[in-house]
């Protein structure tokens, strides 16, 4: 479906008699030449690029044949590209600069979700994220790049499949996309990494996409019936990567020689995690393994599965666990290997690290993010993802507004200061550094779509909770520039909206939809200090005060509330 049109920019003539036309902005879609001319019988080319001053990439040429009368309109109707420069030869004049026009294309997905905030910079940073995920959804699945490649990589779908279900109607569309990882698994349990295209480098955080998405869907939608029909292809997954675990270390190990079966960390700053036989990509890969075997186990008792199986999805976690800390953990400095995010990030965000040593490892992330990284990301495709989800989680907004905001590399401050408006495949340090083979428009960094919603709003919703509707502000990361976040989202329920402020002191608006509860935690030094509709909490009709809590050293007060529109309002600061 058409979403929107591209004007073009500027017009000007190569010495070689074709035309350069730049578009605004880069887009996924079509071009539309109106009253063009050219000789009786000629042909007209169209070739398309992604970068100033190359003519075509990746074959993305278009031709039209002039009829007698030497003058037609043209439409790139029988594909679509990854479109900024289109160079057109064959025309007896240049094109005007309003008969060239961009039609944006995108699958017609409803929009169910929202976002706005006081920073100008975390705006602009959500609508990239919004116009780089509907460019890449074009061909009918989320693919790496809709130029080069245009694969169904799950490594590159797990970047952006929270932030998708928040603000899209991608039930029916995820549904059918892991029925076709489902219908390609390989006799032996493996999945390809890319689907229904069987190409593509990656490894278990590519193919383990048959777990996490219909887990992820799950909690979104509480439907069970995707989480049934691709149970059986988890289950078989699982046992062919349990096929290649050693007993000895309790650890995966690759079954290929190939550096493309067993990729760690994807496009970091540093660059990639490809050898196969490295202690990195060992961590990645186990830790990752520890995750999905966690999730798998959560899927059998949701699915009612005998008790044995989970059980036995229990104790592989366990084994891995065992694994994972005797390989790669030092006890004492909570450090996984060494002090890269993505290497403290994983096992944290798998449930490897011992309880104890949690708060050890932790405290090493934070210092590597603050102090050894000055606030920037070191983190690659999958990295990024499990960094966003383990500090929305844990409730470091602050940590991820500081990473988010940085303006120089490598970082989504960065791409913006440098005009970028989707995400490239790589954080590239230099402007301009991008050469032929790097795409401008890539999935490796959607993961920061899931903070907006989940993690700044402060709206969540996860099926597997009781209630599952939550509220949070995120008032760590309120500053000077950060000082109010609106945001809904549709839930099973309904539309369910939360917008704080802490202009002239906290207030917290939020929106529980009919038939729904929802647990709502105030900043507060107790119960005394909130209101709501300007009377006493514990007055309020609908509110019940459940007592108070503590989140990473900031004072809360817990209350659950059923349907209807509430304003609370406190004294902390």
């Given at each position: 479906?058409v979403t929107?049109?591209?004007a073009?920019r500027?017009v000007?003539a190569?010495?070689d008699g074709s035309?350069v036309?730049?578009?605004e902005e880069l887009?996924?879609?079509w071009?539309e ?5 050219g000789?009786?019988g ?5 070739n398309?690029s ?7 990439e990746?074959n993305m040429?278009?031709?039209?044949t002039f009829?007698?009368?030497g ?10 590209n990854e479109?900024q420069?289109i160079t057109i030869n064959?025309l007896?004049?240049?094109p005007a ?6 039609k944006?294309?995108?699958v017609d997905l409803r ?6 905030s006081s ?5 602009k940073?959500?609508a990239?994220?919004v116009?780089n995920y ?5 061909g009918?699945?989320t693919?790496?790049?809709p130029?080069?490649?245009r694969r169904g990589y799950g490594?590159d779908?797990h970047?952006s499949?929270?932030?998708a279900l ?7 569309y995820?549904?059918?996309?892991a029925r ?10 493996n999945?390809?990494?890319t ?11 590519w193919?383990g ?5 219909p887990?992820?869907?799950h909690?979104a939608h509480?439907?069970t019936?995707?989480l ?7 289950q ?5 990567f349990?096929?290649?675990?050693d007993a000895?270390?309790?650890?995966l190990h690759?079954?290929t ?12 700053p540093?660059?990639s ?7 990195a ?8 393994l ?8 959560a899927?059998?008792r949701?699915?009612?599965?005998p ?10 976690a366990?084994?891995l ?5 005797a ?6 400095s909570g450090v996984y ?5 993505t290497?403290?990030v994983?096992?944290?965000?798998a449930g490897a690290v011992p309880a ?12 590597t993010?603050?102090?050894?990284n000055?606030?920037h ?10 960094l966003t989800k383990?500090?929305?989680?844990a409730?470091?907004?602050?940590l991820?507004f500081?990473?988010?905001t940085q ?5 989504y401050?960065n791409?913006?200061a440098?005009g ?9 340090a230099e402007?301009g550094a991008h050469g ?6 890539h999935g490796c ?9 989940d993690?700044l709003?402060g709206?969540t919703?996860?099926?597997s909770?009781r ?5 949070r ?5 309120a500053s000077a520039d950060?000082t109010?976040?609106r945001?809904e989202r549709?839930?099973?329920?309904g539309?369910a909206?939360s917008?704080?402020s802490?202009?002239g ?8 939809p009919p038939?729904?509860?929802a647990?709502v935690l105030?900043?507060a030094h107790?119960?005394g200090?909130v209101t709501e ?9 609908g ?8 989140v ?8 659950e509330c059923?349907a ?7 004294s902390w600061h």
């Open positions: 479906v929107s049109t591209v073009a500027n000007s190569r010495g035309y036309v730049e578009m887009f996924t879609g071009v030449g109106a009253n063009l001319a000789a009786p000629s042909t007209v080319t169209f398309v992604t970068m100033e001053g190359t003519v075509e990746y040429a278009n031709a039209y009829g007698a009368s003058a037609g309109n043209f439409r790139m109707r029988f594909s679509y479109i420069y064959g007896s004049k240049p600069l309003a008969d060239v026009v961009g944006r294309l995108a929009r169910t979700g929202h976002f706005e920073s100008s910079l975390v705006n940073e959500y990239i994220t116009n509907l460019g890449l959804t074009t009918g699945m693919v790496d790049c130029h080069r490649e490594g779908g970047t499949y929270q932030f928040a603000h899209f109607g991608v039930g029916a995820f549904t059918k996309w076709d990882f489902a219908d390609v698994q390989t006799a032996d349990g999945v390809p990494h689907v229904p295209t069987v190409s593509g480098g990656g490894g278990p955080a193919s996409f048959v777990v996490t998405l887990y992820e869907v909690r509480r439907d019936r995707l049934a029909q691709m149970y059986p292809t988890m078989r997954l699982l046992a062919f349990s096929n290649h675990t000895t270390d309790q650890l690759p079954w020689t190939s550096k493309w079966d067993f990729l760690g960390d994807w496009i970091m540093t660059g995690e490809d050898d196969p036989n490295g202690k990509e060992s961590l990645f890969n186990n830790a990752y520890r995750y999905i075997t966690g999730r798998a186990a899927v059998a949701t699915l009612g599965r008790a044995a199986e989970a059980t036995a999805l229990d104790a592989s366990a084994s666990d065992a694994g994972i800390n390989a790669y953990a030092n006890a004492t290997l060494d002090t890269k995010q290497h403290l994983l096992p944290l965000a104890a040593l949690r708060p050890t490892t932790f405290s090493e992330l934070e210092h993010i603050v102090v050894r000055s606030g990301l070191d983190t690659g495709l999958t990295g990024t993802y499990f383990l500090l929305v989680e409730a470091r907004n602050d991820l500081k990473m988010n303006l120089d590399f490598p970082g401050g791409f913006v440098r970028f408006t989707t995400w490239p495949e790589d954080w590239v402007p032929k083979g790097v795409s401008k428009m960094y959607n993961a920061v779509g899931l903070w907006f919603l993690g709003a709206l919703y996860d099926a909770r209630p599952p509707l939550a509220f502000a995120a008032v760590e990361a950060l109010w976040v945001g549709e839930v099973p329920e539309v909206a917008s704080w802490v202009v002191g906290f207030t917290h608006n939020v929106t529980v038939n729904a509860r647990r105030i900043p107790s119960q200090d509709g300007g009377a006493p909490v514990r007055l309020a009709a509110v019940v005060v459940v007592g108070p809590a503590t990473n050293g900031v004072p809360y007060l817990e209350v059923g209807g529109a509430f304003r609370f309002a406190s």
